[in-house]
């Protein structure tokens, strides 16, 4: 990649990365002797956190030569949309999403105008998905780690209908529950 400014606008993402690097013993062995050898994977050029809101707002006057990265794969909240409002319709910039989407989500939308933040806007970036990239174990690593829980009671929350119903179908003597918007429930 070109030399660019980087800009990771994620008060989480920003806590993660400090947590690790506060722990860099901890890491897996390659991580942790980069480290050791005085290089740190963390520390990229011309990388800058945006913690406070103050510096997230200010990178909606950016232009060319920067990347920004934010949270929300599935632009459903934060920071992300704010950025997706001023650089969806300038179609020399690039948008990526990265891992999973569900269906209805605006990163999986597909429609154009889309909608953000209560506006239409014509969709002129160019957008792109990078798949295969997930937060959590696929259906075997769930089905293994539920195993060991020994949970009564389990709340499927997260995923689409039909995977959420076969991942509920292998679950065993578990009470499963999926949950309906604004539904609630005795614990």
């Not at 990771?8 to 050898?37: C, H, N």
């Not at 011309?46 to 406070?52: D, M, P, Q, V, Y």
């Not at 792109?128 to 990239?133: E, S």
Request: hydrophobic letters at 40%; one cysteine or more; charged letters at 20%.
């Amino acid at each position: 990649m070109p030399s660019m400014q980087i800009f990771l606008d994620s008060p989480m993402a920003i806590s993660a990365t400090e947590i690790f690097a506060r722990y860099r013993d901890d890491l897996q062995p390659k991580a942790a002797g980069l480290f050791r050898e005085g290089h740190d994977p963390l520390a990229l050029p011309g990388l800058h956190f945006s913690r406070r809101r103050v510096e997230s707002i200010a990178l909606n006057t950016v232009r060319g030569g920067a990347t920004i990265m934010a949270g929300s794969g599935m632009a459903t909240g934060g920071r992300v949309r704010h950025h997706l409002k001023h650089n969806i319709s300038r179609q020399e910039c690039s948008v990526i999403f990265v891992g999973f989407a569900a269906k209805g989500t605006l990163a999986r939308h597909g429609q154009n105008p889309v909608h953000i933040l209560g506006d239409d806007f014509p969709v002129r970036a160019r957008i792109y998905t990078l798949n295969g990239f997930s937060a959590h174990a696929d259906q075997a690593g769930l089905l293994k780690w539920h195993g060991h829980t020994g949970a009564a009671r389990t709340f499927l929350t997260h995923g689409e209908a039909d995977a959420m119903q076969a991942l509920a179908s292998r679950l065993g003597k578990t009470q499963v529950e999926m949950p309906a918007l604004n539904q609630s429930f005795d614990l």
